[in-house]
């Protein structure tokens, strides 16, 4: 019982730590609780708080604010209508023409495989490879009523897609507009004394801008290089797998090797084993290669380093949790933990910090 006694008072004896462990408590049991409700919100206040480091640096150019909000609020709107007038039904188009192909995909699939056991009888039987097709297709029916399923259920969403597709720009116009007396009032329900959790919000604030800025600026170069690239050498569902390629940069380490998968895939399916199947192979391999080498060092080079099993384990957390938002923001949310725990008060700092004063 002494020993939980002084674990309390090294951890909590100090009222900021208070402070801050209650806004964390609290900004996690909102996410948590009414997390899918205000998802519009949510998303409509990191669109804003994406939008405001352009806004930033227009001031700092001397810009009036008014006329910076206005200027990069617009440019945004020009944005999101030819994603949704360009982008989306030229996707919305390849992805049906995929699944429209996708039976005869399967079907050179299996014949390729029953090629097999011709070619390294030693390795493999014809029966192994049917007991093989059968579990593929096993799985490929379950894939196939998931997808039904989820298709069915997502007709009841178009209306609210709508809503929100009205609500959101409303919203990140007014968190544009109106950021300083939003974050007053916030302000107001805190007490006056509370520089720990401003210390560790100004750090956090300025390493997840730099990360999530980068990373939205480094989806949208991968994407519309894999597109151009795949579109000059003249390969099928270029824009399909572009995109699939910008989002695969979302996780680490994972998203690179999963993208590979149906890049070679539609790439043999399309040329075979023959020289442009190893060129789209090769081409995709350079764009990952000046990914990792000069677009991230570039990009994310202010943001705190983190340990590869880190980035790993945040990534399986946060991802359990929140879905695809947690694994975009795995890193940010990791890299607010490692600000907290290095902000936290502790019989250690506290011991190090009276011998430095001493």
């Known amino acids: 019982m002494n020993i939980v006694k002084q674990w309390f008072h090294d951890h909590f004896s100090d009222p900021q730590v208070v ?24 998303a409509s ?8 480091g352009v806004i930033k640096t227009l001031e700092n150019l001397r810009v009036p604010r008014f006329l910076a909000v206005g200027g990069v609020f617009s440019a945004f709107m020009i944005f999101l209508g030819v994603v949704l007038l360009g982008l989306l039904p030229l996707l919305t188009n390849q992805l049906a023409q995929f699944f429209k192909e996708l039976p005869g995909f399967i079907s050179q699939g299996q014949a390729a495989l029953l090629q097999l056991p011709e070619q390294y009888p030693s390795f493999i039987t014809e029966a192994e490879v049917r007991n093989l097709m059968s579990s593929i297709g096993a799985q490929l029916t379950v894939y196939g009523q998931r997808l039904l399923t989820f298709s069915l259920a997502s007709l ?14 409303i919203m990140v116009f007014f968190f544009l507009k109106d950021k300083k007396m939003i974050l007053a009032w916030g302000r ?10 401003s210390r560790v919000w100004q750090d956090v604030n300025r390493q997840i801008g730099n990360y999530v800025r980068g990373k939205v600026w480094e989806i949208m170069i991968v994407w519309g290089a894999t597109y151009m690239t795949l579109l000059f050498i003249g390969m099928d569902y270029a824009m399909l797998l572009g995109f699939l390629v910008g989002l695969s940069v979302i996780i680490p380490y994972i998203g690179a090797t999963v993208a590979t998968f149906p890049v070679a895939v539609l790439a043999y399916f399309q040329w075979g084993w023959g020289t442009d199947f190893w060129v ?4 995709y391999t350079i764009i990952q290669v000046l990914d990792g080498n000069l677009l991230v060092p570039i990009l ?9 099993i880190a980035i790993i384990t945040a990534i399986l957390v946060f991802g359990g949790v929140w879905g695809l938002w947690g694994v975009f923001f795995a890193i940010p949310l990791a890299t607010l933990v490692q600000a907290v725990l290095n902000a936290w008060p502790n019989r250690g700092n506290r011991e190090k910090g009276q011998r430095a004063t001493g």
């Open 300 to 308: 994310l080079s202010e943001v705190v380093d983190l340990h590869p």
């Open 188 to 197: 107001a329900f805190l007490p006056e004394d509370h520089n720990l959790a």
């Open 280 to 283: 789209a192979v090769l081409a």
């Open 45 to 52: 206040m990191v669109i804003a708080f994406l939008l405001d």
């Open 156 to 169: 009841g969403s178009v209306f609210t897609f709508i809503i929100y597709l009205v609500l959101m720009p």
């Open 19 to 42: 402070i801050l462990a209650l806004v964390l408590v609290f900004g996690v049991g909102v996410v948590l609780t009414v997390g899918d409700m205000i998802a519009p919100v949510i």
